[in-house]
């Protein structure tokens, strides 16, 4: 195997997993069809590469170069970027600028690239500061719990349109 790697679940709510992981040498892997988006930190000889991943729609071959260190942050269903229209991270892969050797541009401000054992608090500084948001609505539809609406919403038609908003985002 030429990727190690090794993955936590996390305390986040706007976070499924945090993986870290280690190439040993070049090669290609399948990259599966993904219904979540990731923010994927590469190092390589000396240079961090951040990267904003959407969700993909089909599986293709991804390559990658030896020696290089990557973290993955992979997000819940539902958690976005106010900023940044999700419909335009399908099948995308978006370099996000320097700001210098360990840290980056993202949602108009500078961040010190996360690493394994900070992920999370990176996380929670990212939704502090209004970079990420979770829609309560879907998360609450994926519990099978039943969200507070108003008398008015309580339709069917309004029940079909939070199913239609959780079923586009699987």
Same mark, same amino acid.
């Given at each position: 195997? +030429?990727?190690?790697?090794?993955?936590?679940? $996390?305390? $986040?709510?706007?976070?499924? +997993?945090?993986?870290?992981?280690?190439?040993?040498?070049?090669?290609?892997?399948?990259? #599966?069809?993904?219904?979540?988006?990731?923010?994927?930190?590469?190092? *390589? =000889?000396?240079?961090?590469?951040?990267? &904003? &991943?959407? #969700?993909?729609?089909?599986?293709?071959? &991804?390559?990658?170069?030896?020696?290089?260190?990557?973290?993955?942050?992979?997000?819940?269903?539902?958690?976005?970027?106010?900023?940044?229209?999700?419909?335009?991270?399908?099948? +995308? =892969?978006?370099?996000?600028?320097? @700001?210098?050797?360990?840290? !980056?541009?993202?949602?108009?401000?500078?961040?010190?690239?996360?690493? !394994?054992?900070?992920?999370?608090?990176?996380?929670?500084?990212?939704?502090? @500061?209004?970079?990420?948001?979770?829609?309560?609505?879907?998360?609450?539809?994926?519990?099978?719990?039943? #969200?507070?609406?108003?008398?008015?919403?309580?339709?069917?038609?309004?029940?079909?349109? @939070?199913?239609? *908003?959780?079923?586009? &985002? *699987?």
């Amino acid at each position: 195997m +030429t990727i190690i790697f090794e993955e936590k679940p $996390s305390d $986040s709510p706007f976070v499924e +997993t945090i993986t870290r992981g280690w190439t040993l040498r070049a090669g290609t892997v399948t990259r #599966p069809a993904e219904t979540r988006w990731h923010l994927v930190f590469s190092r *390589r =000889e000396g240079r961090m590469y951040p990267l &904003v &991943v959407g #969700p993909w729609a089909h599986s293709g071959a &991804v390559a990658y170069e030896a020696e290089a260190e990557i973290l993955w942050i992979r997000f819940r269903i539902g958690t976005y970027m106010p900023h940044h229209l999700t419909r335009r991270m399908l099948d +995308t =892969e978006l370099t996000l600028p320097s @700001a210098g050797r360990h840290t !980056f541009w993202l949602f108009h401000q500078t961040w010190q690239t996360p690493v !394994f054992e900070n992920a999370d608090t990176f996380v929670a500084w990212l939704g502090k @500061a209004g970079a990420l948001a979770s829609d309560p609505l879907i998360a609450s539809t994926l519990n099978d719990e039943h #969200p507070a609406v108003s008398e008015r919403c309580a339709t069917a038609s309004c029940k079909r349109q @939070a199913l239609h *908003r959780v079923t586009f &985002v *699987r």
